[in-house]
């Protein structure tokens, strides 16, 4: 059967079934693209329903489907002035966001691959203009436009790391700026009635309404969160996460797309930190631990970084004429400099050799400890590099923990990801029609995607987080239990036995799937039981790929 056939003929769901019959309905350059099977499975179903659906709906499923043959979008998010710009420069290589003041930093500004650099603002009515960079190759922290007027910054760089991500940099939510708040929370999801120039929508029963915002969040929604806090985890952080919803809003944060950082690290006085021995970076560590207690289960990690060493590390912001400058501070009595070093104004206002315009240089890119850190660097290596410095520094600023972190969370969770916020999207878009039979029909197709074996991980990502968001109720052991198991890429981690023989492990996986079932058959809710029928089962898949 060709696929026109099937898109003027009744939908066989039988057809859903055939692993193999993907082929039929996505494109081979759109398979290309895609970031896995499970993508394929929901980009397949969005084909098929297309045509069984409303003008409106399909439209919305067209969205959905852009979407998910574009990278995964991360979105950099956390309170005002926390450094969330400052990150996104350190982890796409360039400085390129405006950073501190200006009214840029109110907007939500998408980083994505492309392959001129090239700068637009999208207006709410969903004009473009092109935007130039700046002098020092940023975009331009003021706009000489109506900011009340624009929707977002769209930057599209040729730059590696794009090409596997789509960075989403964020308006701090908490500033008393409720235009920056709204975007950000309409990027985020939770933003379900509001119209793009901020106002509360106050004709909710409007359905069309409710379908644009739907179809808008399909596309500018984020997928996975990167959230940024600093010292003090506040109330609001948690509230900011528990109303991320990626996608849609039925889409929470969970350890399954969030992660946090606990950024200005150098900042921390490490004796306010019980444990630290007067060592800032075992201080931030420490903290970093106390505050992953607080916001998990909503992030998977919270990992302490240097944003500002980082971005100055691996933007070109660290130079050899810093260098010099650092040698010669280096070079200077050890006494004198930690006078110097006590506060900014004393660093810039001593009487010394550095002219005081290249030591404020040092501080806007190093800040007070990274000044320390590289005098000391240079005091043990006195031939060293500025190449190795920057080095140093680099590795000083935590940034690869956390490009690690975001490759092993996100980057080979991408498939499953995607495909369980296009889900999410397809379920809102169906619910939205507010056409019964059209709901039914998408309902049905979906149930038939996730009855197949090769969807179990959409099912335990599910499963996963209806338990980290406190919809599902479970005790304690076993909720971490799910979250080891569904969060983990590695057998030896998912089972909680890293490195352990293969043969304890298939023991165990077995034996775990058998008490999971029984558990689901007895004791459980409703709601566990449905949750311990998908654990079970990840562990007997787990068995049977370990087992002898
Ligand atoms: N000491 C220190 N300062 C930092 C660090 N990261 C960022 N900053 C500084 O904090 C200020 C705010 O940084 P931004 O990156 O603009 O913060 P933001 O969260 O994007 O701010 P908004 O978009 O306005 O909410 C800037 O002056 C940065 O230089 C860090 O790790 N250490
Ligand atoms: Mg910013």
């Not at 007070?368 to 190449?387: Q, S």
Request: with cysteine.
């Amino acid at each position: 059967m060709r696929p026109e056939d099937e898109r003027h003929g009744t939908i066989l769901l039988g057809r859903l079934d055939d692993w193999e019959g993907q082929s039929a309905v996505t494109s081979p350059s759109e398979q290309g693209r895609l970031a896995g099977p499970l993508s394929m499975s929901v980009a397949n179903l969005c084909h098929r329903l297309q045509p069984q659906v409303s003008a409106r709906t399909a439209v919305g499923f067209a969205e959905v489907l852009r979407r998910l043959g574009g990278p995964l979008q991360v979105a950099v998010a956390g309170r005002i002035k926390s450094g969330k710009s400052t990150l996104v420069n350190a982890l796409i290589g360039r400085r390129v966001a405006p950073t501190d003041v200006g009214e840029c930093t109110r907007l939500v500004t998408r980083f994505q691959y492309g392959t001129v650099d090239r700068v637009e603002i999208v207006f709410n009515d969903g004009r473009k203009q092109v935007l130039p960079f700046s002098a020092d190759g940023m975009i331009p922290a003021e706009l000489g436009i109506d900011i009340d007027k624009v929707s977002h910054i769209e930057a599209y760089l040729t730059n590696a790391v794009l090409q596997g991500m789509t960075v989403i940099d964020t308006p701090g939510l908490g500033s008393l700026d409720a235009a920056s708040v709204s975007r950000t929370e309409e990027l985020l999801g939770a933003a379900k009635h509001r119209k793009p120039d901020g106002d509360e929508d106050e004709d909710e029963e409007e359905g069309s309404d409710e379908l644009d915002d739907t179809s808008r969040n399909a596309v500018a929604g984020a997928e996975a969160v990167l959230y940024v806090v600093t010292q003090g985890v506040r109330a609001d952080d948690q509230q900011a996460l528990a109303a991320f919803t990626a996608a849609t809003a039925s889409r929470e944060a969970g350890p399954v797309n969030a992660i946090a950082v606990l950024n200005k690290a150098d900042t921390i006085a490490p004796e306010s930190v019980e444990g630290s021995g007067g060592d800032v970076w075992k201080a931030a560590t420490l903290l970093s631990e106390k505050q992953a207690s607080t916001l998990k289960p909503r992030v998977a990690d919270v990992l302490p970084v240097i944003g500002l060493i980082a971005e100055s590390a691996e933007s070109g912001g660290f130079t050899s004429p810093d260098a010099e400058a650092l040698r010669q501070l280096a070079e200077m009595d050890d006494d004198i400099l930690e006078t110097m070093l006590i506060s900014a104004d004393i660093f810039t206002s001593w009487e010394c050799d550095v002219a005081a315009g290249t030591r404020l240089r040092l501080l806007e890119k190093l800040d007070l400890f990274g000044v320390r850190y590289a005098v000391e660097a240079i005091r043990k290596e006195p031939e060293i590099t500025a190449g190795s410095l920057r080095r140093k520094l680099l590795d000083a600023s935590g940034l690869e923990a956390v490009r690690q972190r975001l490759s092993i969370v996100f980057a080979a969770r991408a498939d499953g990801i995607k495909a369980a916020a296009a889900l999410a999207s397809v379920t809102a878009l169906a619910h939205a029609s507010g056409d019964p039979a059209e709901r039914q029909r998408v309902h049905d197709a979906i149930e038939v995607l996730l009855a197949k074996p090769e969807a179990h991980q959409l099912r335990l990502l599910e499963a996963l987080t209806l338990v980290a968001s406190g919809a599902v109720d479970m005790p304690e052991d076993l909720s971490e239990e799910v979250l080891r198991v569904g969060s983990n890429a590695d057998i030896g981690a998912q089972l909680g036995k890293p490195g352990a023989p293969r043969a304890e492990l298939a023991a165990h996986a077995l034996e775990r799937a058998g008490w999971w079932r029984s558990f689901a058959s007895f004791g459980a809710t409703p709601a566990q039981s449905r949750v311990a029928h998908v654990v079970h089962r990840a562990y007997f898949l787990i068995w049977q790929q370990i087992r002898d």
